[in-house]
């Protein structure tokens, strides 16, 4: 515009579109247009390898857990030191998945359901695992408290591998949509089942944390070996987080090459 014959460009002109809010990302609103970076490649890879350990570490629990001595008690504490590390890795993984993609909307990657909700469906799941493979008493002392821990067991399981679906849904196709959903709904299985297991003999545990500590472990190998099954969902989640990976890194954009005739 002119003022008294002088051009004055205007306010709103000359100042760009304001940066948004410090602390505030395209990825941290959970936008699937956002470009990949190095953080989201990483994450992934992280993802797949803490799966990958899980899955080995369940193998061993479905083969080895028949050796007896010296060589299997250090054969399963080995199997819990690659239990803590499978879990580490994957912490370190959702760390840096955080700052890559942010917080992920839930109303968008699947339905959800209230906190009540959830513990009445899991504990009609646990009881329905009584009914299939219990050996309680249904209304007794003892099947109460173990519909308790198979519930907390379903409602454990169920909120870790969600969880793990929602990230990867974020990247995934539809058919790497379909393997995750059938991963989650395998743990769900193994955790109906286990939970069952570890609720019948939970009572038996705890008196034998306290006055048969070498027993604990023979009470607790078949529900190891019945948690083992987990091995095909972990191999799921390891090979569709491998690919997401592969995606995001093949949609990464490449650096631009310089003019010819510079050096």
Not at 86 to 99: E, L, N, Q
Not at 225 to 234: E, G, N, S
């Amino acid at each position: 515009m002119l003022v008294e014959g002088i051009p004055v460009i205007s306010r709103t002109e000359e100042q760009p579109t304001p940066p948004p809010p410090r602390g505030v990302d395209r990825r941290a609103e959970g936008d699937p247009g956002s470009p990949p970076d190095g953080r989201e490649r990483h994450a992934l890879g992280l993802f797949a390898m803490g799966f990958l350990i899980e899955a080995g570490t369940e193998a061993y629990q479905l083969v080895g857990l028949s050796e007896v001595g010296a060589l299997a008690s250090a054969l399963y504490f080995l199997s819990l030191a690659t239990t803590v590390l499978g879990f580490y890795v994957m912490y370190r993984a959702a760390r840096s998945w955080r700052p890559a993609r942010g917080s992920i909307p839930r109303q968008t990657h699947g339905p959800t359901l209230p906190v009540l909700a959830r513990i009445a469906l899991a504990a009609l799941v646990a009881t329905g695992g009584f009914l299939v493979v219990g050996e309680l008493a249904i209304g007794s002392a003892a099947f109460w408290f173990a519909l308790l821990v198979a519930t907390l067991t379903v409602l454990a399981f169920a909120g870790f591998f969600t969880g793990l679906y929602r990230i990867g849904a974020e990247r995934a196709g539809a058919r790497l949509r379909a393997a995750l959903a059938a991963a989650v709904g395998w743990s769900i299985v193994v955790a109906t089942y286990s939970g069952v297991l570890l609720g019948q003999k939970s009572l038996l545990l705890i008196r034998e944390l306290f006055t048969n500590v070498p027993g604990l472990f023979t009470t607790f190998a078949p529900i190891a070996r019945a948690m083992a099954a987990l091995i095909a969902t972990y191999g799921i989640l390891g090979t569709v987080f491998l690919r997401l990976r592969q995606r995001v890194a093949a949609s990464a954009p490449s650096p631009e090459s310089p003019p010819r005739g510079t050096s």
